[in-house]
Structures are given as structure tokens and as C-alpha cells.
């Protein structure tokens, strides 16, 4: 129902990840008693309820990455007038790489009140479930598709010393660990967390070179990796750097361009990446 001092809300509700016990008191509560609710899949959300035995009384209306732009003045001008607005994902906790950030940046601008509804987290989930360090991490999300920018996103975060929690689709793991590999080397320790809370709930901890060969035959289920961050003594070294270099000159850049690119990038000098390139191209050709 509105509220009976016109102020309206919108509540950011996080929803179960995978078991539906997760389903917080607080979520049920504001389901139940929302006057709008905008989710990412009306048709998810209308199965979680069913499931949760809600009855919904509220209009449903879809928000996701692809409408969300045009309705963010909707859900705005309906909080001002009094309502409150429930948006939910489809798992988990709305803007983190998922619907939602564009609408609170929007919102709080607009002077609405925004709130939340805690539970679930896929990323916080995973990264106390995986063995590696949890008192300082980065949450990198998805990385991109095409090879040239997964590998950046990876270079730059080459001395990042914090543990390190990706989203990745089953069907491109074994890309990820690829790219991971070169980025980090073959021992750097890392986690793969799949299905989390349900039934079929795995995570495998080992090394990047080692879970690669575990994902060679396919893996299913939602992803979560985590990798270990940089060992602090740990920095760029020449050796790290010559596959790069092999890769941009592989896509086409002329060797001194590359050379000087990946020197600059990683802070080394030109001169000893270019001579230790030479030297590795001399021992190649023998």
C-alpha cells in the first residue's frame, strides 16, 4: 500500500540465489505489501512467488538491462507520488552486475528514498566459501567476450593484491581460465563455485592450471571463480611480459609499438622487454 505520509520508497530486494529457504521474512513481507514491483523477468518473479506461496497484489513491471534507461522516470515519478517500489532480480541483490545501479543513481538525485531488503549474494557466497582471503577483495563481474578485451581487463589487474570474484557463463569457463593463465600463471590458487545453495552445490579449490584441466570436458550451472590476488613481493617481471607482447604483435602490431605498449603499461623499461624479445625469438629460431 502507498504510504500514509506520501513519502515513497524504492526497496532494492535481494533475492534466493539458488534455495528458496533463503528467502528472507523481510522479502516475503515487502512482496506481499509493495505496490509496485519491478523485476528483472516478470515471468521469474511470478515463479518465485507461486513457489514462496505469496500472494502478489501489486503491479508487476519489468526492469532489466535492456528497458531500463526508459523506465527509469516511471519507477521515479511513481516513488514521488507516494509508492512503494520493491525491485528485484532474478537472484540475488539487485545492482550488483545486475538491474538496478542506474535506478538508484536516478533516484537518489531525484531526493527518493532508497533502501534494502538483504539476503542472498552469489559473490559473497563464494568468497567465504573459497578458501582463499576474505578480508580485502574486488568484485570484477563479468569480464568481456572478445579475447584483445578480456585479456586487458586481465593485464590490469596483473599486481591487483586483493582476492578476486568473476562471473563467468558455463559455456566460456574454460576461455576464462585460459585467459586467467596467461594473466596470472598457471599456480596462481583460485575457487570455482557452482550452483551455490542448491542441491548440486560444488566448489573446487586448486590451482588455475589444475581447474582448467577439470573444465576441459564442460562445466554446468551458475559460475562464480575466485581467484587469489598478487603475492605482495610479486611484479611484472620480463618473462611475464613476453607473451603479451607475442600477443599483440600476433593481432597485427608492429613489434616495436607492442614493445613499447606493454613496457609502458607494466612499467619496465623499453629496452630490456625489447632485448629480452629478441633473445626469446633467437632461442625459438634455434
Known amino acids: 500500500m502507498q504510504n500514509s505520509d506520501n513519502e515513497g520508497v524504492i526497496v532494492l530486494g535481494a533475492t534466493p540465489i539458488g534455495n528458496l529457504s533463503d528467502a528472507s521474512p523481510r522479502l516475503r513481507e515487502i512482496m506481499a505489501s509493495a505496490d509496485i514491483i519491478a523485476a528483472e523477468d516478470t515471468r521469474n518473479f511470478h515463479h518465485l512467488?507461486?513457489?514462496?506461496g505469496i500472494k502478489i497484489t501489486a503491479r508487476v513491471m519489468s526492469l532489466h538491462e535492456h528497458n531500463e534507461a526508459h523506465k527509469l522516470s516511471d519507477v521515479i515519478d511513481l516513488a514521488a507520488e507516494g509508492a512503494t517500489v520493491l525491485v528485484v532480480s532474478d537472484a540475488g541483490m539487485p545492482a550488483v552486475s545486475d538491474p538496478g545501479y542506474p535506478l538508484v543513481a536516478a533516484a537518489l538525485s531525484a531526493g527518493i528514498r532508497v533502501t534494502a531488503v538483504p539476503g542472498p549474494s552469489a559473490v559473497l557466497t563464494a568468497l567465504a566459501l573459497s578458501g582463499l582471503p576474505t578480508g580485502r577483495f574486488t568484485f570484477e563481474g563479468f569480464l568481456p567476450r572478445k579475447a584483445g578485451e578480456r585479456r586487458k581487463r586481465l593485464d590490469s589487474l596483473l599486481a591487483e593484491d586483493r582476492t578476486m570474484v568473476f562471473f563467468e557463463a558455463p559455456?566460456?569457463?574454460?576461455?576464462?581460465?585460459?585467459?586467467?593463465?596467461?594473466?596470472?600463471g598457471q599456480d596462481r590458487q583460485a575457487a570455482v563455485a557452482r550452483e551455490l545453495t542448491k542441491k548440486f552445490e560444488e566448489v573446487r579449490r586448486d590451482s588455475l592450471a589444475n581447474l582448467r584441466a577439470w573444465a576441459e570436458d564442460g562445466v554446468r550451472g551458475e559460475i562464480v571463480v575466485v581467484v587469489h590476488g598478487a603475492p605482495e613481493a610479486e611484479a611484472a617481471s620480463i618473462e611475464d611480459l613476453l607473451p603479451k607482447v607475442a600477443a599483440l604483435v600476433e593481432e597485427g602490431m608492429r613489434m616495436k609499438q607492442a614493445v613499447a605498449e606493454v613496457a609502458e603499461k607494466f612499467g619496465v623499461q623499453k629496452r630490456e622487454l625489447y632485448e629480452a624479445v629478441l633473445a626469446a625469438r633467437h632461442e625459438a629460431g634455434k
Open 49 to 52: 512467488a507461486h513457489a514462496l
Open 171 to 184: 559455456h566460456r569457463l574454460s576461455d576464462f581460465l585460459d585467459a586467467a593463465i596467461e594473466a596470472f
